[in-house]
């Protein structure tokens, strides 16, 4: 009889008690669990959701789901994040569209954060749809761009660009300002990156000149790096580092981390153009430091191929192979041909 798996003793109460006193059990326990004065912490929330979703109250338990996985990207907990939108969602009435419309959008971003970009425009697709279904063009319009972004992660630039420029297209129709300059951000760097230059500039300098208007720091630190890259690209250094270091300042302030490593490989960039080969690695170690912290895998791919390339014309053969294989690796896993392209080149030289 010894070698027959027995069950607890408190999983037979459990199981013995009525289902309606069950449910009134776990709303009563959830009900003091947040009452207390730890009641709104992360751990606490992912509790009460447990509680609520078995109380029935589907509703509820997606509200805390949320709650928690908001405070567990905020930390740059993605894996967990994933798993307490994805509960968000089970959970959540077939009634409630905005409620899922945000939940996939925020749980898209996490995804594309980790660098699975399947898994992020999946989300973000059954956002669209949604998006279409409650005849929100402003919605529909968030979904165009951020897969546009995906896109142009994955270096699939036209099918960025398409995408952008729908989504600007939605963005005026709704006449969303805020989304308008977005958009035409987003579409200054796709054609940055096709070498399009003066058109590029135009984009951005116009999303830059709206947000200054609205004061949205943020998204003021995006178009600067943005137009940054520009005139880095186009020779012009002082006016580069500008842009980049009131970026910098601003996401600093912000506490935006992920921000603060963007800055950061842009300006071991440049460091890196101006030949400064030393302060270059100095900077792109620690911004790789940060990208590894944050779980943020497309820059860490980015970093090592940059870090590989400043090592080989350090005349460091061993170190420089040994990065280019590791971002090899990770580029390849997240299917980034930019990062590919660019890192087999500098393995070849």
Not at 50 to 74: M, W
Not at 268 to 297: P, S
Request: include cysteine; glycine fraction near 8%; charged fraction near 30%.
């Amino acid at each position: 009889l010894h070698s027959f798996p027995t069950r607890r003793s408190s999983e037979c109460v459990y199981d013995g008690i009525d289902g309606a006193a069950r449910s009134r059990y776990h709303k009563l326990v959830a009900q003091w669990l947040e009452l207390r004065p730890t009641g709104r912490g992360e751990e606490e929330q992912e509790e009460i959701g447990r509680h609520l979703e078995r109380a029935g109250d589907g509703d509820g338990a997606s509200l805390r789901y949320r709650r928690a996985g908001d405070a567990a990207r905020a930390r740059y907990f993605n894996d967990k994040a994933v798993r307490l939108y994805d509960a968000a969602l089970n959970c959540l009435g077939q009634g409630d569209l905005a409620s899922r419309i945000h939940l996939w959008h925020d749980l898209g971003s996490v995804f594309q954060l980790k660098g699975e970009f399947d898994s992020a425009l999946t989300a973000f697709e059954r956002m669209l749809r949604l998006a279409w279904v409650v005849a929100s063009r402003t919605k529909a319009a968030v979904a165009f761009n951020k897969m546009g972004r995906v896109y142009r992660q994955k270096g699939e630039l036209l099918m960025a660009l398409e995408y952008l420029e729908r989504g600007l297209e939605l963005f005026e129709q709704a006449d969303d300002t805020r989304g308008i300059a977005g958009s035409l951000d987003d579409v200054g760097q796709v054609l940055w990156l096709l070498a399009r230059y003066d058109e590029a500039l135009d984009r951005s300098a116009a999303a830059l000149e709206t947000r200054r208007r609205l004061g949205d720091r943020r998204a003021i630190a995006v178009s600067l790096v943005n137009i940054g890259n520009i005139e880095r690209h186009r020779g012009l250094f002082d006016e580069a580092e500008s842009c980049y270091r009131e970026a910098h300042e601003l996401r600093r302030a912000l506490g935006d981390q992920a921000g603060i490593a963007e800055c950061d490989n842009v300006l071991g960039v440049l460091a890196f153009q101006r030949g400064d080969l030393l302060g270059a690695h100095k900077i792109w170690e620690a911004a790789l430091a940060e990208a590894e912290r944050i779980g943020a895998l497309p820059l860490q791919a980015l970093l090592l191929s940059q870090l590989g390339e400043a090592a080989r014309l350090s005349a460091q053969p061993a170190e420089a192979r040994g990065r280019f294989d590791a971002a090899l690796a990770l580029a390849r896993d997240l299917d980034d041909k930019r990062i590919l392209s660019q890192t087999e080149r500098h393995l070849g030289l």
